[in-house]
């Protein structure tokens, strides 16, 4: 399902792009706003696969507020004014619905919504093994609605949290967090990288201590070693241990 987040400062018409929506078999409504201002607020802790924006609002209008996202959804303006289709095809608008509108033409928007929508993930698909690839000294990770690129001797270690991960990055008070699994993430690194926990990957290089069955990062950071991890670990361990 494609999350749409429909915006329009008019009760009516905001109705309307929501009856719309739930009539298109593929599109499924995250929200409604009757602001600019509203939408920034929800995509500050929600997500959404396009916006139905109309453009012409009071204190923010569609198009700034638009620009103004760091990494913005797709986007289908709707306005009552002509003038706006070219400047809103500059920002890279899927399409532009002038009111009033029917179905028919909403329908047409929305198929173009998901042929740029499957559009990327085939060009995604074919960028990921690029984008992580172990040959790199850097990859890219994307976090809230921001993407960062990352120096991969600055990882100090990778914490695993459900569905995301924790990036802790040399430096840095705050992990990065990110919409990715463990495996796919250690299938990416390169092999000064290790996992040593279900939940734990570390940069071999960072270590400072080992103790028992922790691994000491600093003075703040003890990891634990996982039973099904201790034998590759030690064998690490071993094959760089110098004395009796």
Known sequence: MIRCLAIDDEP????????YIRKVPFLELAAQCQ???????FLEHDTADVLFC??????LNGMEFVKSL???PLVVFTTAYSEYAVEGFKVNAVDYLLKPFGLQDFQRAANRVRERLEGRVERSEELKDNA????NDSIFLKTDYRIVKVSLSDIRYIEGMSEYLKVWVEGEQKPIITLLSMKKMEERLPDYFMRIHRSYIINLNKIQEVNKNRV????????????LYKETFQTYLDSRFLGK
Do not use: F, H, W
Not at 35 to 41: G, K, M, P
Not at 54 to 59: A, L, R
């Open 132 to 135: 992580l690839a172990p040959q």
């Open 54 to 59: 109309d453009i012409n609002m009071p204190d």
């Open 70 to 72: 760091a990494v913005p």
């Open 216 to 227: 000491i990062m600093d003075e703040k950071t003890y990891l634990p070693l996982g039973d």
């Open 12 to 19: 009516l018409a905001l109705q309307q792009i929501v009856a």
């Open 35 to 41: 602001s600019a201002l509203e939408a920034r607020a």
